[in-house]
């Protein structure tokens, strides 16, 4: 799934539901502790199998109990600065450009890949410099008009937050254009469950 990265400044990626005041993040009432409630396990996507069968280690069960990233300023400023990073560092090019099939979750280790390869990438930084790998969930979503598209959820005790190829700013789940489809447990990364997402009507096909 290619998606054209959005260059945005680091104004307009500070912009918007949080800010830094001091030591803390602060965010709006509306949006503080924000969580999606979570449906019953669902399918998992070929593209996270294939990528466990090519990288098996990275997939292996966490045994510690799962926890939330406690957002402080610092930790914040990290998870910006790989978003935006990566965002950066790597050319969008299709599936079928890139390796002549229609689907495949990889490393852009050759600087080239889809909005996937730009997840795990963020997830693999952030694991690297300490993050819990339990706060940092693969998700599927779908775009306006229909299309699939992969992000990264970051749980954290202030809510959770999106990390996107197409947006340098790191914002709540809410404040984004897309239906929330489903997502890695945090409790076992190789589990995917529902998203309900609260802006999807009842009857909206997932």
Known sequence: MLRRVARTTMRVALAGAISFWGAAPVLAASESLLHAALGPETSVPY???DFCHRYRGECDIDASAPRDIDLTAKAYKEIQRVNAHVNHAIEPVSD???WGVVDRWDY????KGDCEDYALMKRRMLIELG??????LMTVVKEKNGDGHAI???KTNRGEFVLDNMNDAVRPWTNTPYR???RQSQFDQNIWVAIDDPNVPLFAAR
């Open 96 to 98: 079928m450009e890139h």
């Open 152 to 154: 990264l959820t970051v």
């Open 180 to 182: 929330f489809v489903k």
């Open 108 to 111: 852009p280790t050759d600087g």
């Open 131 to 136: 993050f819990p790998r339990g706060a940092l």
């Open 47 to 49: 593209g996270w199998l």
